[in-house]
């Protein structure tokens, strides 16, 4: 039963207030103002409370301070909606302006119950994954992820730039995010920019930001990414990617703290956490000229390399039967598990684009099978022959997607191609990077 309080002086209203919602099956306890309702035991053995705005002595907005996690609605008259929106703001979860009728209130009251309740549950469910999953519900217990997990526990903290290493797929922007939530930059933004996915063109502008009239359609000064990420961490995904303007930009930011937009005489302060990322070797990079030194050194501060897959040993078993319930929970299918065979032939598989390539088969491997069991044809792995009944499909989804990218990518554009694949283009961008299909180059 849920228990409420009620905070009023009126007496007839908290009489009445209390006749209606006990009559709905509630618990109700009453007090005519904060100090007596203290005097009863803590708010929190309350699971809601309704409190006046105006009371003797402390006011409703002191009980909002003092209520903690319980929900606090607040009772208001229309002559001071201003003070409800306060109120509001102060953290009540709703406020209902008198004069209420009874049904009114009680939808009120339950909509608050309800919300209360799932939020309790939504933490309850995070605990768990974060029991599960000490790192945000990225899985492994193998040593080389155990290395991993602790670097992150250490450097999270710190202000400290961080470069992720690791072939694609192993999970670099899942570590990204981690650094950021484990941060005391929590509740700042957490931006993610994949550089290999922004046109050259138009990188510098959609990083750093322009002026009115600093180039051709610049038809509005804007803010860049880099400061859109003041407060919190800037997740710079595929860094080697970046053009050498764009990076002797990226140095400055990374030394001075400020920044200067495209077509800006002057500089802002900026103050960001940067998290860099990339699967390729940097150093080489710099000893080719292609990735200047001063740079790499600035972001090299502290190294998480990320093992591969086939490097993880137990990992992978448990790691295919997380991502199973996750397609499962996406796809809305009932639980499933793997066959014998099947769970063998993932361990024995190379997975050279590691989890997320994993992560696709598993997906596709729900949609295609039959019953709750998900078996070695559903996998359709390489290195065996494909089932013949593809359930009316001859060609693999990879195959179809490389067919479709081959067939439209002259005439359009790798945004319309992104539609037209119901996909986002980084998903596009990655996809090719996973199936090797580079973009050819459009004549023009
Ligand atoms: N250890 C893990 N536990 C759970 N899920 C994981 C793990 N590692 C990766 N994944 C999942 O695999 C997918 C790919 O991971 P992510 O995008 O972080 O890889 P990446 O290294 O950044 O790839 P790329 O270099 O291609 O951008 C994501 O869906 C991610 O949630």
Excluded at 70 to 97: E, K, L
Aim: proline letters at 4%.
């Amino acid at each position: 039963m849920a228990e409420v309080l009620i905070i009023e002086d009126e007496t007839i209203i908290r009489d009445a207030i209390q006749r209606h919602l006990s009559r709905h099956g509630m618990g109700v306890s009453t007090a005519e103002s904060l100090e007596e309702a203290l005097d009863q035991g803590p708010l929190a053995n309350h699971d809601l409370i309704l409190a006046d705005i105006r009371l003797p002595g402390r006011s409703g907005m002191e009980v909002i301070d003092e209520a903690g996690p319980v929900p606090v609605i607040i009772m208001t008259s229309y002559a001071s909606i201003r003070s409800a929106v306060d109120a509001m703001r102060r953290g009540a979860v709703d406020y209902i302006a008198k004069p209420f009728d009874n049904e009114e209130l009680r939808l009120t009251v339950d909509r608050a119950l309800r919300e209360h309740a799932l939020q309790r549950q939504n933490a309850a469910l995070r605990a768990r994954v974060d029991a599960d999953y000490p790192v945000n519900g990225i899985v492994g217990r193998s040593p080389a992820m155990a290395q991993v997990f602790e670097r992150v526990d250490r450097v999270a903290p710190t202000d400290t730039t961080v470069l992720i290493l690791g072939e694609s797929g192993t999970g670099k922007e899942l570590v990204a995010r981690a650094l950021h939530e484990q941060s005391n930059r929590r509740d700042g933004p957490l931006i993610a920019v994949n550089c290999a996915a922004i046109p050259e063109s138009l990188i510098e502008a959609e990083l750093f930001g322009h002026e009115k009239g600093a180039f051709t359609g610049a038809d509005a000064t804007r803010e860049g990414l880099v400061e859109s990420a003041s407060g919190g961490t800037l997740f710079l995904d595929e860094i080697a990617e970046l053009p050498a303007a764009a990076q002797a930009r990226l140095l400055r930011v990374l030394q001075e703290s400020e920044i200067r937009r495209v077509g800006a005489s002057h500089s802002r302060q900026v103050d960001i956490r940067l998290v860099a990322a990339t699967h390729r070797d940097l150093q080489t990079l710099v000893g080719q000229g292609h990735f200047r030194e001063d740079l790499y050194f600035r972001i090299n501060v502290m190294e998480i390399q990320l093992p591969a897959l086939r490097e993880r040993g137990e990992d992978v078993p448990e790691l295919a039967r997380f991502l199973l319930e996750k397609a499962c929970r996406r796809l809305n299918r009932p639980a499933m598990t793997f066959s014998e065979e099947g769970l063998r032939q993932i361990m024995n598989h190379d997975w050279p684009g590691n989890v997320r390539e994993l992560e696709n088969v598993i997906e596709r491997a729900v949609i295609l099978a039959d019953g709750a069991t998900v078996t070695t044809d559903d996998l359709a792995l390489p290195g065996r022959t494909a089932p013949t009944d593809n359930h009316g499909l001859n060609l693999s989804l990879e195959d179809y997607f490389r067919e479709f990218v081959r067939t439209h990518e002259g005439e359009l554009t790798e945004t319309e191609l992104a539609r037209r694949l119901g996909i986002s283009r980084k998903a596009l961008w990655e996809k090719r990077q996973r199936l090797g299909i580079q973009r050819r180059r459009q004549a023009g």
